[in-house]
């Protein structure tokens, strides 16, 4: 059964650092991977894709990557704003299925 | 504007009732999905629907119900028999397993 981990459960920086957040998961059987962002009592938008055969993705100051092989994922926040706090979840698309399978997310919070 | 709708923002159940949630997209997605949100969790997968007039359970169906009669619309039931069903509700598509999800903004059931 795929299982989806992401570190750490929380992170608390002061505004203008660049930060990484991990996703990893353990069947690489997977058609993409997707990282989301939430908002407390919202649901989920959308950041980043990547497909299976893709190293990595970027929008804006996001910048995700993937390495299927030893199923990892990070993304890359570059000079965080208080507006990026939020819970980060990633998410795999198995192939067997076409179920999306979440990590239990990461609660950001970014101080100004 | 394209996108996914869900009705109500809130819902409140008595013991013993059926309370029904609605899901509603424009986005002409074939694939639908029903998840679950736990304060501390991740997303569980309840239920999900890849063409209409077909679903499947997906890892915590038991005390619930969906119907797919329509493209557009895949709502969720919530039956007695869910003896823990207070959690925040989410429902998701997708047009195709390289494509990214989208989700509504959710529907917070609380029971009374």
């Known amino acids: 059964k795929q299982e989806v981990t992401q570190i750490p459960a929380a992170l608390s920086v002061p505004e203008g650092e660049n930060l990484v957040l991990n996703c990893s998961f353990t069947d690489s059987a997977i058609y993409n991977l997707q990282w989301f962002r939430q908002d407390p009592g919202k649901g989920l938008t959308s950041l980043l894709l990547i497909q299976s055969s893709q190293r990595e993705q970027t929008s804006g100051r996001l910048n995700a990557s993937l390495d299927k092989s030893s199923g990892r994922s990070t993304l890359y926040i570059a000079a965080s704003q208080p507006g990026d706090s939020a819970t980060y979840l990633c998410?795999?698309?198995?192939?067997?299925?076409?179920?999306?399978?979440f990590g239990a997310g990461t609660i950001l919070r970014v101080k100004s | 504007d394209g996108g996914i709708t869900q009705s109500p923002k809130y819902l409140f159940r008595k013991e013993g009732q059926n309370v029904t949630l609605s899901c509603e997209q424009n986005?002409?997605?074939?694939?639908m999905y029903w998840y679950r949100q736990d304060p501390g969790q991740g997303l569980r997968l309840i239920y999900y629907s890849q063409i209409v007039n077909d679903f499947q359970k997906g890892d915590i169906a038991e005390g619930y119900s969906v119907s797919r009669e329509k493209k557009e619309s895949f709502p969720l039931t919530v039956t007695s028999a869910q003896k823990n069903p207070t959690a925040f509700y989410l429902c998701a598509s997708h047009d195709g397993v390289w494509t990214e999800a989208f989700f509504g903004q959710g529907t917070r059931l609380t029971v009374v």
């Open positions: 998410a795999v698309r198995e192939e067997y299925g076409n179920k999306l399978v």
């Open positions: 986005l002409n997605h074939d694939a």
